[in-house]
């Protein structure tokens, strides 16, 4: 069989930690992490969050990256591996960060028309003097009366989105908004068209930008008047919601989400490092970064609230807000009350553009890999280079993410985030812990980071990957279908029709499960015990180690399965029956 060229690695062993940082560390952590914190009681949010840190997050995370270090292979293939049955998780995993990256990178593109806003002067949300204002616009920014709205808020409803009324009525398209989406693509393009050789010279600049506006903002936030007020608020912890069960299980989905667990991104990306990479110091890095940068943003976006809140003698609690309206609302209106206000808008929407970029480079990574393991040579027979298929899987999301620039896009993106973040992940999640910890097994992943480090997992990490972590995902999914509530944007519930559009975007990611495990107990010979006992056999579908295929390349004759020779040599390791 022709040999496919060596898998390319991170050219430092950095790019890789830096592109993990960039790609757990998002949007996410400036605008859901302060909100869950002042909605769950304050300081005492911290409790769980931590805890589920320690016991759900790195064991999970650390889990990924073994699994794509060692297989060197994007999620399809990995969990096709790990366990045959569950082969649906990895296409599900791929599924979704694509489903993702069509409409994530909306936010990109609204960070990207605020950026280009923030050079006027003044700030066009800063008083009501503009052609898009109504009469009911007032620049006190009163935003607890339910007769006004704020020059900030009419600014993105009526001058950036021009939002119809509903779901119902799409409206016209929003050529500024479509040719800004497509300067988003183009900027995502050529910072992924080389694989991991251009992203990792990239996430230098988009992983470590943001910190030092954070820290800018964060400075100059604390000497406003009000602020610490803002940061009371955030901090003071109320212990009585400790005996909330939501709030445990939102400092769990927090974990969940803000990593990335389940997504597919880490654990691709960790299949371009090189095989004796130590994976703990990675999971480390990523983790506690990750949640270091959420309180820093806490800190930021509540000193902040405190000053609006002094400006305006309203309580800090009708400001806080979920979501869009956080970022792109009640931010803006501080800014227009601080000094020298063009130039922290400009910093401050830059900072999104950057948190926004590396979690879009993952995405579409995800996508990239596990198509290229799969179907190398067609591809390279008919896009010719790899660079022009990176081009066709940007140009297919940006045609696909059309519906969000329109008239109706705020809802289009609301229905699409509700029913992928929120109904899909815990599905994936779930299924994937149960592929890995359970039918691979927790005794072959430990051999498996033995082989790679010359260390087996210790007792805490292998208790969580065998109990504690099915147990809790398993809980948090429980909570999740009892707790569930119909996708909705601000007073706006969507009709049921919308809520079925709703459930198939889930379905698109959901369904590859139970036809995956459909398939692969169709293949595999004899009666239907014997086939699920060969199932959930590790390598069942390739036969044979998959390490002494990566030595020679090539397909697996039985599947036809691409196999990419490694650039590491273990000739001298013989491989186990057992490993991936």
């Not at 008083?127 to 109504?134: A, E, G, L, S």
């Not at 379905?507 to 004899?526: E, K």
Request: glycine share 8%; charged share 10%.
């Amino acid at each position: 069989m022709e040999q496919q060229p060596i898998r390319p690695t991170w050219s430092r062993q950095i790019e890789f930690t830096l592109a993990g940082i960039g790609c757990a560390v998002g949007l996410g952590n400036v605008w859901r992490f302060p909100y869950l914190c002042y909605r769950s009681g304050g300081g005492a949010f911290l409790v769980p969050y931590l805890l589920m840190l320690v016991v759900l997050g790195v064991p999970l995370l650390y889990m990924e990256l073994i699994v794509g270090q060692y297989t060197r292979r994007g999620p399809v293939h990995a969990l096709a591996n790990v366990c045959p049955l569950l082969k649906g998780v990895g296409i599900a995993s791929v599924a979704i960060s694509f489903i993702m990256c069509t409409y994530y990178n909306l936010v990109i593109t609204w960070a990207l028309y605020y950026l280009f806003s923030s050079f006027q002067s003044p700030l066009p949300w800063q008083n009501c003097n503009n052609t898009w204002n109504t009469q009911n616009c007032t620049s006190h920014d009163v935003t607890n009366s339910s007769y006004s709205s704020t020059a900030s808020q009419e600014f993105f409803k009526y001058k950036m989105l021009q939002q119809t009324g509903g779901v119902d009525e799409a409206g016209l398209i929003r050529w500024e908004l479509f040719l800004i989406l497509l300067l988003a693509w183009i900027i995502i393009y050529f910072c992924i068209f080389k694989g991991v050789k251009s992203t990792g010279k990239v996430v230098y600049f988009t992983a470590l930008f943001p910190y030092i506006i954070l820290i800018a903002l964060l400075i100059n936030n604390v000497q406003l008047p009000g602020a610490l007020d803002g940061i009371t608020f955030f901090i003071v912890p109320d212990w009585n919601m400790l005996l909330s069960v939501e709030v445990w299980v939102n400092a769990a989905a927090q974990i969940f989400n803000s990593i990335g667990i389940g997504f597919g991104s880490l654990l691709a990306m960790s299949s371009y490092n090189s095989f004796n990479n130590n994976v703990l110091k990675d999971t480390l890095t990523i983790a506690i970064i990750n949640s270091l940068t959420s309180l820093l943003a806490g800190f930021v976006i509540f000193s902040a609230f405190g000053y609006m809140s002094h400006l305006q003698g309203i309580p800090i609690s009708d400001l806080a807000v979920d979501g869009p309206g956080l970022v792109f609302v009640v931010y803006p209106q501080a800014f227009s009350n601080m000094p020298v206000s063009q130039l922290w808008a400009v910093m401050f929407f830059f900072m999104l553009l950057c948190l926004g970029l590396d979690s879009e480079f993952a995405m579409v990574e995800v996508m990239v890999t596990s198509l290229m393991d799969e179907f190398y040579h067609k591809l390279i027979r008919f896009f010719k280079r790899k660079e022009l298929f990176v081009l066709a899987v940007c140009g297919a999301a940006a045609i696909l993410g059309i519906p969000c620039v329109l008239q109706v896009g705020i809802y289009v993106f609301q229905l699409m985030d509700h029913y992928t973040a929120i109904v899909s992940i815990m599905f994936l999640a779930f299924f994937e812990v149960i592929a890995i910890c359970w039918c691979y097994g927790v005794t072959r992943l430990s051999d498996n980071l033995e082989e790679m480090t010359g260390k087996r997992a210790n007792l805490f990490f292998r208790v969580c990957w065998l109990i504690v972590a099915p147990v809790l995902v398993g809980v948090i999914l429980v909570f999740s279908i009892i707790q569930f509530k119909p996708a909705r944007y601000e007073d706006y519930v969507f009709p049921p029709w919308a809520q079925g559009v709703g459930w198939l975007i889930a379905m698109g990611s959901i369904i590859w499960i139970p036809l995956g495990a459909v398939h692969t107990l169709w293949v595999l010979p004899g009666s239907f015990i014997q086939k699920l006992k060969l199932s959930i056999t590790p390598g069942t579908l390739d036969g044979k180690s998959n390490m002494a295929y990566y030595e020679r390349g090539g397909r697996d004759a039985n599947t036809g399965l691409a196999v990419i020779s490694s650039d590491i040599h273990l000739t001298e390791k013989p491989p186990l029956q057992t490993n991936l």
